[in-house]
C-alpha cells in the first residue's frame, strides 16, 4: 500500500530531502522481491545521508535481486505535523512504502542521544514501539552499529541487534528473514533461527538479575541460546562490495562529498576512544583498490570533493603515495580532497602542499588535553612539538583557519589542565603566526567526556554535572573576548544524559518510553533538548540517572555489556585502566610489539591482507587547456517532482552533471576555485517551468549539440536541456536579456472543499480591480529587514483561460523591470487576500521568456 505523500512536499521546508528520487537511488519492484528492508537513521535526511554506513549496506542489499532495501530518516518537525494531519504513516523514501509495510526495518545506532526518534520513527510507522507488543504482521526490528556495542537500554525495542562490522551479517539476516517468510515460521521461531547467525543478538533471549545494589548480579542466556556475542569481523575490505554509485542527494548534506573508507580500525590505543577498540584488527584497502572505487564513484556521482575516510588517516600505509596521486589526477576538474581525521606527527607538509593545490580543505587536529601528563592518562601519543609543528606548517602555507578539538572533565583533570588549554591555544597561535602569512581564526571544538563500553574507561564515572558545569563556565571566562578563538556553546546535561545511555542496563527503557511520551525527541539538538523532561522521567521510574553516568564501577561487577564480545579482552582493558592511572604509556602494536589486547589470532589472519600491493601507474601529468573560454546557453525544463529542489541545490546538480558528462568546466581563480555557471533567474520552490535558461562557460571551445547530449545523459528525471547554443564574445549577461515572463497558474480547492470563487464575474471582478489599482504594495523581510514592494508595475496581463467551482486556470505575463521580478503567488495572495489563498493547492508553470 501507498500512499500520496506530495500534498506535504507544498507545506515543509527543504521538500526535496523527501522525493527519494536522487540520482543513484535504487527502485525496485515486481515479484522477484522476497524481502522488503527499510534502512532507518534516527535522525535528520542531511545527517544520515551523510553517513557511509548506511550507503554501503543500501548498496550491498540492493545488488541481491530478491532483495529491495529503501531508506527513511527522522522526519523534520514541520514534516511530522503534516503526517499527523492527514493521518499518515511514516514512509520510505523510494517507494513510498509505511515503514509497517516492511519485512524488516533497520536502525543505525551511531549516538545516544537519538533514543527517543527510534520510537518517534517506530510511531509515526504505525509499528508498536515494544518488541512484546508487537505481532505477527510486524516487521522485524533490528540495530546495528557502535551503540550496538551496549544495546541494553534500547533492548526493549529491538526484536535482534548485529554486533560488529555489517557488510556480510546483513545479508545473512535478510536472507534468512526472506528464508523463514517462504517457510511460513512464527515471529518467535524466525528469531531464535536469526541468534544463530554470528553476532546476532537476540535480547528476549537472554535473562537479567540485580542485585539489592542495582548493580548486575548475572545475565542470563535461556532456551539454549549462546553465552556471549561475538562481534562480526569483516577480515577483507578489497574483497566487500562498496557503492560506487553513490546517493547524490539535491539538498546540501553536513558532509556533502563523495567518501571512501581507505582502513577500519586504530592500535592507537587512546583510553577513551570506543571505536579504536570495537573496530580492531586494522585492516587496509589497498591503494589500488581505493583509486578504483574512487574512478567509479566520481563518474557515477560528479562529486567536487572526496574523502578518505579512516580513524586515522595518517597512519594508512600508503598515504604519502595515494593523495598526491589522486589529487594530479583529479586536478583538471578542480576536485578537493580532505583527510577528516589526522594525527600531528602523521601528516607531513609536502601532503598538506598536495592538499592545497586544488582547494584548501579544513584541518581539524585532535590535542584531546592541554598538558602532557593528562595525554599520557588518555594514552594519546602526540607531543607538544608534534602539535606546534603542524600548525605551523599550515599556516606557513596559507590556512587561515583551523579547527582544534580538546575534551575537559578527564579522569584525573585538574583546574591546571584547564588553565592549559587556553595556554596552550595562545602558544599555538603565536608559534604558528611567526611568519608573514598567519592564522586568523581557531575553532576550538571542546567535548566532555563520555564514558563508554568496551573502553578502559567505561569503569570511570563521569564527574558530577554540577563539577563539569564549573569547568564549563571556566573554559568560557577563560576565552571570554578573545576574537581569534571560536568557542561554541556547551550543553554539560545532554553529556549527562549520554554517560547514562552510554552505560545504562535493561532498566533504561522504560525511562525512555517515559520521556518519549512526554515530548522528548531530537535530544542530540540543543534547541530541542528538554533535561527537565528526562529528569522527570528518571523520577517517575523510580531510576537515579547519576547511579549510571557517575559511579565508578568496580573492576570485579558484572557490566550490562559483559556478554557482548567486542574481541578485546577483559585483561587488557583492565591493564589498560590501571596504566592510565599510573600515566604509563602503551606504544602503538603497529610499529613497537603485540600489546596482547585479545585480536592476536585475528591480526595475524588480516596482516597479509594489509600488505599493499606495489602501486605505481604511470601519472598522466595533464596541464590546463590553451583555447580560450567558450559559452554556452542553454534554455532548459524543471518539471515533476523536481520543482522542490531549490536554486542553489540546482547549481550542484549543474555542477555534478558537468563533472558526470566530462565537461572541461572552466573555474574561478583562488583558494577556492568554483565552476563560471551563471543562471537567468531564481526559480521559486514549487514552480515548474519550461524555460529556464543558463550559461555555462568551458576552458575550451566545444560543441553545444555534444554538451547538450551529454548533460542530458547525466541530469536527473526532471531536468532536460531543450536547445543548446554558443554564444559569441562580449553577449550581453543573461539577466539583462529579457523583459517579461509567460505563466500559466492553477489554482485547486484546498482540504476544507469549498468552492474557490461564487462565479466567474467574482474573479473577473478582482482582476479589474487588480488594472486599475495605482498600487499593490506588499511587504518582504530580506536578512531581517522589512521591505516594500509595489507589485502592480510588473503586471502586464492576467486572463482566465479555465474555470469551474474546483479549478481555475489563469494565463499571467508579468513584466521584468531592472532585472527585478515578482512571482505570480505573491500577486494571487494580494488579490484574494493569504488566509484564503493558502487554503487552496497552486501550480504554477513558468511558459515563456521573452528576450529584448
Known amino acids: 500500500m501507498t500512499c500520496d505523500y506530495e500534498q506535504l512536499y507544498r507545506r515543509v521546508n527543504k521538500p526535496a530531502q523527501y522525493l527519494g528520487s536522487e540520482l543513484n537511488a535504487v527502485q525496485k519492484k515486481g515479484p522477484g522481491i522476497q524481502l522488503l528492508m527499510a534502512l532507518a537513521f534516527p535522525d535528520l535526511y542531511e545527517i544520515g545521508m551523510s553517513h557511509l554506513g548506511l550507503n554501503i549496506l543500501y548498496h550491498i542489499l540492493n545488488g541481491k535481486e530478491a532483495i529491495a532495501a529503501e531508506r527513511v530518516y527522522a522526519p523534520a518537525s514541520d514534516y511530522i505535523e503534516e503526517l499527523e494531519k492527514l493521518n499518515l504513516p511514516l514512509a520510505s523514501l523510494e517507494s513510498k512504502t509505511p515503514l509497517n509495510q516492511f519485512d524488516a526495518v533497520g536502525f543505525t545506532l551511531q549516538y545516544e542521544l537519538t533514543y527517543t526518534n527510534i520510537l518517534l520513527m517506530l510511531s509515526l510507522g504505525k509499528i508498536p514501539i515494544h518488541t512484546a507488543e508487537r505481532g505477527e504482521g510486524n516487521p522485524l526490528i533490528i540495530g546495528g552499529g557502535p551503540c550496538a556495542f ?21 545479508v545473512e539476516i535478510a536472507e534468512m528473514i526472506a528464508s523463514a517468510k517462504k517457510e511460513g515460521l512464527s515471529r518467535e521461531d524466525t528469531k531464535r533461527k536469526l541468534s544463530e547467525i554470528e553476532g546476532v543478538y537476540v535480547p528476549e533471549l537472554y535473562e537479567v538479575s540485580y542485585h539489592d545494589s542495582g548493580a548486575v548480579r548475572e545475565i542470563r542466556p535461556k532456551n539454549s541460546a549462546k553465552p556471549n556475542i561475538k562481534k562480526r569481523l569483516l577480515k577483507d575490505l578489497n574483497q566487500i562490495e562498496f557503492p560506487t554509485k553513490p546517493i547524490v542527494s539535491f539538498v546540501q548534506l553536513v558532509h556533502d562529498r563523495l567518501s571512501v573508507e581507505i582502513d577500519r580500525g586504530c592500535t592507537q590505543g587512546c583510553r577513551f576512544c570506543q571505536a579504536g577498540i570495537i573496530y580492531r584488527p586494522v585492516r587496509e584497502r589497498s591503494s589500488r583498490k581505493v583509486e578504483e572505487l574512487l574512478d567509479k564513484a566520481l563518474a557515477a556521482s560528479g562529486y567536487e570533493e572526496l574523502s578518505l575516510l579512516s580513524l586515522s588517516s595518517g597512519d594508512y600505509s600508503r598515504i604519502n603515495f595515494l593523495v598526491p596521486h589522486l ?10 580532497l580532505s583527510l577528516p581525521s589526522l594525527r600531528p606527527g602523521t601528516i607531513h607538509r609536502d601532503l598538506m602542499e598536495a592538499i592545497k593545490t586544488v582547494r584548501k580543505t579544513g584541518f581539524t587536529i585532535s590535542a584531546e588535553a592541554g598538558t602532557a601528563r593528562l595525554r599520557q592518562v588518555l594514552n594519546k601519543n602526540i607531543s607538544e612539538e608534534d602539535i ?22 578527564l579522569p584525573t583533570e585538574t583546574e591546571e589542565d584547564i588553565r592549559e588549554i587556553e595556554k596552550f591555544c595562545k602558544l599555538i597561535l603565536t608559534t604558528a603566526n611567526q611568519n608573514k602569512k598567519q592564522i586568523k581564526n581557531i575553532n576550538l571544538g571542546i567535548g566532555i567526556f563520555v564514558p563508554k563500553a568496551h573502553t578502559p574507561f567505561q569503569w570511570i564515572g563521569q564527574e558530577s554535572l554540577e563539577a563539569v558545569k564549573e569547568k564549563v563556565a571556566l573554559l568560557n571566562s577563560l576565552f571570554k573576548r578573545k576574537r581569534e578563538f571560536s568557542l561554541k556553546k556547551l550543553r554539560p546535561e545532554m553529556s549527562f544524559l549520554e554517560a547514562v545511555m552510554a552505560k545504562g542496563d535493561r532498566r533504561m527503557g522504560k525511562v525512555i518510553a517515559k520521556a518519549f511520551e512526554k515530548g522528548c525527541r531530537f535530544d542530540g539538538w540543543g534547541e530541542w533538548f528538554r533535561f527537565e523532561l528526562w529528569q522527570k522521567s528518571f523520577e517517575d521510574c523510580g531510576l537515579d540517572p547519576t547511579f549510571y553516568a557517575n559511579r565508578n564501577i568496580p573492576l570485579e561487577e558484572t557490566l550490562p555489556w559483559s556478554h557482548i564480545h567486542s574481541g578485546i579482552s577483559e585483561e587488557y582493558l583492565k591493564k589498560e585502566y ?14 613497537e610489539k603485540c600489546q596482547l589486547c585479545g585480536m ?21 601529468e595533464g596541464g590546463p587547456y590553451h583555447s580560450l573560454p567558450s559559452t554556452v546557453r542553454m534554455r532548459f525544463k524543471k518539471t515533476g517532482s523536481i520543482k522542490y529542489i531549490s536554486h542553489l541545490d540546482l547549481t550542484r546538480v549543474f555542477h555534478r552533471a558537468c563533472q558526470r558528462a566530462g565537461l572541461p568546466l572552466f573555474f574561478s581563480q583562488g583558494f577556492h576555485p568554483h565552476p563560471k555557471i551563471s543562471y537567468a533567474s531564481a526559480l521559486s520552490l514549487g514552480v515548474e517551468s519550461l524555460a529556464e535558461y543558463a550559461e555555462i562557460q568551458f576552458n575550451t571551445i566545444i560543441d553545444s549539440d555534444l ?18 547554443k554558443s554564444l ?16 500559466e497558474v492553477t489554482l485547486r480547492c484546498g482540504r476544507n472543499g469549498k468552492k474557490l470563487f461564487e462565479d466567474w464575474k467574482e474573479l473577473e471582478d478582482m482582476l479589474q480591480n487588480v488594472f486599475d489599482a495605482d498600487e499593490m504594495i506588499i511587504e518582504r523581510i530580506r536578512k531581517g529587514k522589512t521591505k516594500k514592494v509595489n507589485l502592480r508595475p510588473f503586471i502586464g496581463k492576467i486572463e482566465i483561460t479555465e474555470f469551474s467551482e474546483s479549478l481555475v486556470r ?23 487576500g493569504a488566509g484564503r489563498f493558502d487554503e487552496w493547492e497552486t501550480d504554477v508553470v513558468k511558459q515563456k521568456v521573452h528576450f529584448q
Request: glycine residues 4%; aromatic residues 6%; proline residues 6%.
Open 810 to 832: 489563469l494565463g499571467m505575463i508579468l513584466l521584468v523591470i531592472d532585472s527585478k521580478q515578482v512571482q505570480p503567488k505573491d500577486i494571487l495572495k494580494k488579490m484574494v
Open 578 to 591: 590501571q596504566n592510565a592511572f599510573q600515566g604509563t604509556v602503551t606504544e602503538d602494536c603497529r610499529t
Open 327 to 336: 589529487l594530479r589526477k583529479y586536478r583538471e576538474k578542480k576536485i578537493a
Open 600 to 620: 592476536e589470532s585475528e591480526c595475524k589472519k588480516v596482516l597479509a591482507k594489509n600488505i599493499d600491493e606495489e602501486h605505481s601507474p604511470a601519472l598522466e
Open 388 to 409: 606546534l609543528k603542524t600548525v605551523t606548517d599550515l599556516a606557513s602555507l596559507g590556512w587561515e583557519h583551523l579547527k582544534l578539538y580538546f575534551m575537559i572533565s
Open 728 to 743: 559569441p564574445p562580449l553577449s550581453s549577461p543573461l539577466s539583462n536579456s529579457y523583459n517579461k515572463i509567460d505563466y
Open 707 to 724: 554538451v547538450q547530449k551529454r548533460l542530458n545523459d547525466a541530469l536527473p528525471e526532471g531536468i532536460e536541456i531543450l536547445e543548446a
Open 150 to 170: 551496549n544495546p541494553e537500554p534500547i533492548s526493549q525495542f529491538f526484536d535482534l541487534f548485529l554486533i560488529g562490522d555489517g557488510e556480510e551479517g546483513i
